[in-house]
């Protein structure tokens, strides 16, 4: 048996195509509460988004036809989900910063309080917590 240990994994940083990084890294953090220290690229292309030690990575399309909410080809699909802390809190922390709102708090059958945002590119991005 050895004695080192497991490989494991420590983190995970899903991308989305963007039509302007620009544009959306200051959605992000303006409606979303995350912030960025540097855009890659020349022109500017590709940006790392942080909050709370997660990472969410932003890549401007080629072309913008490439930017494909998942929802318009299997319903109701997020990009990404969240799994949060206080779901409450962080969805009044959204309405007051002015965040697009694509599906209020509500308790799913599947055991998750939780609530859905859209970003300027048609992405959904849900939030929740598990319930008792």
Known sequence: MSSQPAPRLTGVAPVLLVR????AANHYRDA?????????????SFVM????????MLRQ?????HVVPH????????NIYFWVADVDALHAEFVARGARIDYGLCDQPYGCREFGVQDIDGHDIGFGQPTP
């Open 20 to 23: 302007d990084v620009l544009a």
């Open 32 to 44: 979303l509460g995350f912030h960025y220290e540097r855009f890659w690229g020349e022109p500017p």
């Open 49 to 56: 988004l942080k909050r709370d030690g997660l990472v969410v």
């Open 61 to 65: 399309a080629d072309d913008p036809r």
């Open 71 to 78: 929802w318009t080809v299997a319903d109701k699909l997020w």
